[in-house]
């Protein structure tokens, strides 16, 4: 049989050279080091997008980078109360959780999602593992204490990650794993009960417990704007002390969002970043490239093009 020759396309080839060469200063920057992962808005209700997410967090595991990811179900929460004929009401942008609406959080976050998103990943290989911020202590939550409009505003089971013991994701990341936790947290004040916590902040505190060298939080959004609705003024870069001044400013959904990327540079984390989940592999894109996707936020000013900055 006679041997056939492909002519290769030398340019094409050339371009596929550059990228992966691209990504050379951050393999080096981030193999063996911790990065927590914040997974929600549209990229958790699309399937294409969930399955880019899992694509990309096996892509950081496979590349020495040792990935812990976070994830809340606001959508598929919503979406079973629903179904269940059992009311959703918001106050100062928290769902107002009850014992019963509780349940039923438990029920998606570590009965739905939380498998959901093991079993993607695990589908290139025996990588990922489930756990719930209630496993060996993971989180320690206790009540929020709202106020809207000047008055106290009761929540219910509604709270704040107080303390990680972290030995358990630390131990899963020595085996090789992936862990892939839930943002709930037991109630420390009441022993047998537990809170409903935001993710974006349960991944700021795991990310500070765990000494990450990066928090990534997805969203629904390119990013932070200085000028928002102008597109153009999409901020790349902002240190810690300038977010904190502009925080009281900010676009209500976007607070806890920015301030979970503070509270982990305060705590010791190097960068934090939000970028946009709706973008299919932004992931790959924050970690490997020189531009970076989205808003990182620095303790002092460093530069996406400085991979050791």
Not at 21 to 46: H, T, Y
Not at 148 to 164: I, K, M, N, S, T
Not at 231 to 248: G, K
């Amino acid at each position: 049989m006679p041997t056939t020759y492909r002519t290769p396309n030398q340019a094409e080839a050339a371009k596929k050279a550059e990228v992966l060469i691209e990504s050379l200063p951050w393999l080096k920057r981030f193999r063996d080091q911790i990065i927590v992962v914040k997974f929600g808005g549209n990229a958790m209700v699309s399937a294409a997008l969930t399955r880019a997410f899992a694509e990309d967090i096996v892509y950081l595991r496979y590349a020495g980078l040792k990935p812990v990811v976070v994830h809340g179900g606001g959508p598929q929460i919503s979406l079973m109360l629903n179904r269940l004929g059992i009311e959703s009401e918001f106050r100062g942008g928290y769902r107002v959780t009850t014992p019963e609406t509780m349940d039923v959080v438990r029920m998606v976050l570590t009965g739905k999602v939380n498998p959901e998103l093991v079993a993607q990943i695990n589908e290139h290989g025996p990588l990922a593992t489930g756990l719930s911020g209630e496993d060996a202590g993971l989180f320690e939550g206790e009540k929020r204490h709202a106020v809207l409009d000047g008055e106290p505003v009761d929540l219910g089971l509604v709270g704040d990650v107080v303390a990680v013991n972290p030995e358990t994701v630390l131990a899963q990341l020595e085996s090789g794993l992936i862990p892939i936790v839930s943002s709930i947290a037991p109630d420390r004040n009441e022993p047998g009960s537990s809170l409903n916590v935001n993710a974006d902040a349960a991944a700021s505190a795991l990310a500070v417990a765990l000494g990450a060298a990066k928090l990534i939080i997805l969203t629904d959004v390119a990013g932070l704007y200085s000028d928002w609705p102008n597109t153009d003024s999409l901020v790349s870069n902002i240190q810690a002390d300038e977010l904190r001044t502009l925080l009281p400013s900010l676009e209500s959904g976007m607070i806890p969002k920015m301030t979970a990327c503070l509270d982990a540079v305060d705590g010791g984390v190097e960068k934090a970043a939000i970028i946009d989940g709706r973008v299919a592999h932004s992931i790959l894109l924050e970690v490997f490239t020189r531009q970076g996707i989205g808003t990182e936020v620095v303790a002092a000013d460093a530069s996406r093009g400085a991979a050791g900055s």
